[in-house]
């Protein structure tokens, strides 16, 4: 079987992750039955699935027809084998309890015809052992959504020992079909990737704070503010809740020793029932106290350095053991944790040799297990490479990590590749994206450049603030930050070719500035477009108190910016900064489409346009004198002659460039 043979999905429990895997496979267009053990369960999952894509539809993320069309394909069952009748896939999330899992596969073998595949939603149970209850162990794997699955592009596709390529190849298909991005995890291993890397990393900030190395507010305002991760350990302890954590922790401990014995302080919190947002109360009080407020200035090198170590420790203790390369490691914790880099990268960049010593004055201090580096990590030390070092590097490893690029028809086309941080601009983005414009620049195959952002959800939601401030945040660097965004997104405006600004959902504070360097600008009806950075006490930063008022005027760029307010796309039309207004659906390739009409243009004709026009902003003479130079120039090209004979055939003409 492949993906093209699966029309029927059934979903084993209708919780959170139940109910919101079976949304995300009806939206794919599979016809789903969603089943748990009591008629309210059900009913309870499928209400939350109407409400979810009503509010899609009110977003303007789909329209109201598919969101009905969408819960036409869901259908209920409490009897099991009704509910597996028909199924292609079986996607099973019922609580995470091996006991309880078991006893749901053993009935499942008994109903489920014999070619349906079985996939648990399970975070860090064995593959292996699930499937053994079964008598297909070979069609048994892994699909680890990530919560809430609507919004998460993650799904780590796991396999067991007995699981055949076969069905990794079906269910990594099918999570592409539903819109998500799978990262295979080549052995069952405890906590797969994502968990195995975020879980210790919990872990070891609590051990931190218990044993009087440092404060909560230390260990949060090195992680977020140093480290540039989107939340304080302890923040994202509570968000997530703790009791989630730890009971991943248990399991890891019972399978894998001492080395990841939970700390006594998230036993207590387990104990107490303070998990966090959820109860009210976690490491942070949101009901009598402030909830989560973490300092910005008082990060510890000590603490990232251990942290640091602890989370490369087991990035080399995946790769060593061959569960996944660092490129697939990376990705996955970018996607499933929201980390602007991934962890490899961040250990490399901070020194393998360096985290080493780190662990190893740890464990001379203390002799605890957790402290004691794998081989593959002393390996790389001793090498003097990183996880990306020499020749080495995956195959998988892209030319970008922030950007990918493409040439196509003409265009050259830069994604913002950043969905799990809603592509914000970091330092190491705009790195990046300055390298690929000084390439497009110098291709002649490239007529047009298109910038679009990854996913459906944002163009750019701005400015990385939390790892833009982990590189600084004193007068000087804030005065380089500045002149490096304004810099960069110049180089739009330089460029001898048209540029086009593809916009799709936010289009905010740095994203904004970006897109006001593209020559055009196109955005789908339910994107939203501001400058927020008033709200923030801040103006905006990389051209955009200069450029917005060349596109709408002083007036409204004034307005904008004072108001701090978030617009429509039509309302933007109407001010005159965005060109065209486009329906959701298929927006990439009616960006394309609409890029390739500039592509087509004469290209010398547009490359003294854009001078003409560009030193006519500052200076009407200047501007003036090289449109009359230009003009003259024309004449003498290739390009207009193929342009008189096209208009006086009556056919298109095609230029060249000459």
Known sequence: MNVDDVTSITVLGAGNMGHGIAEVAALAGYDVVLRDIKDEFVQKGYDQIEWSLNKLAEKDRLSQDDADAALARVSTAVDLGEAVADADVVIEAVPEKMSIKKEVYTELEEHAPDNTVFATNTSSLSITELSEVTERPERFCGMHFFNPPVRMDLVEVISGAHTADETLELVEDLAEAMGKTPVRVRKDSPGFIVNRILVPLMNEAAWIVHSGDATMAEVDSTTKYDMGLPMGSFELADYVGIDVGYHVLEYMHEVLGDAYEPCPLLSEKVEEGDLG??????????????????????????????????????????????????????RAVKLGGRFPDGPAKMADNAGIATLVGALDNLHDETGEERYEAVQYLRDLAQSGEGFYGGEEESDEAPAFDDISVEVRDGIGHITLDRPHRLNTISIELMDE??????????????????????????????????????GGGDAVSGVEISRKGQQTFGKLEELDKPVIAGIDGFCLGGGMELAMCADLRIATERSELGQPEHNLGLLPGWGGTVRLQRIVGTGRAKEIIFSADRYDAETMADYGFINEVVENDDFEEQAFEYAKRFAQGPPVAQRYTKRAMHNGWEDTDSGLEVEAQAFGLLFTTSDLMEGIAAFTSDRDPEFTGE
């Open 433 to 470: 994206l300055s390298e690929a414009l000084d390439d497009l620049a110098e291709d002649d195959e490239v007529r047009a450049v298109l910038l679009t952002g990854a996913g459906d959800r944002a163009f750019s939601a701005g400015a990385d603030v939390t790892s833009i401030a982990a």
């Open 277 to 330: 947002q959820k109860t009210g109360k976690g490491f942070y009080d949101y009901e009598d106290g402030e909830g989560a407020e973490v300092p910005h200035d008082e990060g510890s090198e000590a603490v990232r350095n251990r942290l640091l170590g602890v989370m490369a420790n087991e990035v080399a203790g995946l790769v060593g053991n061959d569960v996944a390369d660092p490129a697939a490691i990376d």
